[in-house]
């Protein structure tokens, strides 16, 4: 079992560009929930997917929009990026949402 | 205002010499506590998940307990091996409704040999 997977593990973007992130849940889990860890910080909830719609969201703003495909991968688009939107992004994953989330390693988004 | 407090920010011990980090929280309706090990610039590990108050869990060197109002992870005899930064989250909500998920931010702890 490959376990939560993200891409890329690390990226540089400009501030104003758009980046996508992916991940691919645990192998038997159909919800992905999304997570912005700052430097020092907790992760903070962004949204949740189940059956390719968005869930439950958290405290941030249109700028951060998702995606769920039929095989529960999914992707994490940030728009516009602000120099504060660098950070750690995970991707968790569970079996619906009254179970634990095992997460990936993240992806390093480094905003200039 | 909902919160997850940890204490202490950091920790640091001698090889063997036991210890426990404080997790408290001020949440309605919890349904689940969860335990997590994070190193260095790596996701999250699962470690346990406490759902009700008396409940306990142990794996090898830690054993984690839940009150209402709190819960602790107890490191027995630890290993530098152990050094990590240990973060708890806390889910609350109705069953079928909106739940939410929030994290503290977390003990560092550093195991000296």
């Known amino acids: 079992d490959a376990g939560v997977t993200q891409s890329p593990t690390h990226l540089i973007k400009t501030r104003g560009q758009q980046v996508t992130l992916r991940c691919s849940p645990k192998?038997?889990?159909?919800?992905v929930s999304w997570y912005q860890q700052a430097l020092g910080q907790g992760p903070q909830f962004i949204f949740q997917y189940y059956e390719e719609e968005e869930r439950q969201r958290g405290n941030f703003p249109d700028r951060f929009s998702g995606h769920q495909f039929p095989n529960y991968s999914s992707e994490l688009n940030v728009n516009a990026l602000l120099l504060g939107d660098s950070a750690l992004y995970l991707c968790?994953?569970?079996?619906?949402?009254?179970?634990?989330?095992?997460f990936g390693q993240g992806t390093r988004l480094t905003v200039v | 205002e909902d919160q997850v407090t940890q204490s202490p920010e950091a920790l640091r011990l001698q090889e063997g010499e036991s210890s426990s980090l404080n997790c408290s929280y001020t949440?309605?309706?919890?349904?689940?506590l969860f335990w997590y090990r994070q190193d260095p610039g790596k996701g999250p590990e699962f470690l346990f998940t406490l759902y009700s108050a008396g409940e306990e869990k142990e794996k090898e060197r830690l054993k984690a307990t839940l009150t209402k109002k709190e819960s602790f992870l107890h490191i027995t005899a630890p290993k530098p091996e152990d050094s990590a930064t240990y973060l708890c989250?806390?889910?609350?909500?109705?069953?079928?409704?909106?739940?939410?998920?929030?994290f503290g931010t977390g003990t560092k702890l550093q195991v000296i040999p």
């Open positions: 968790a994953s569970s079996w619906d949402r009254d179970t634990e989330a095992f």
């Open positions: 989250a806390v889910q609350e909500g109705p069953t079928g409704g909106y739940q939410k998920v929030t």
């Open positions: 949440v309605s309706g919890l349904r689940g």
């Open positions: 192998s038997g889990h159909d919800t």
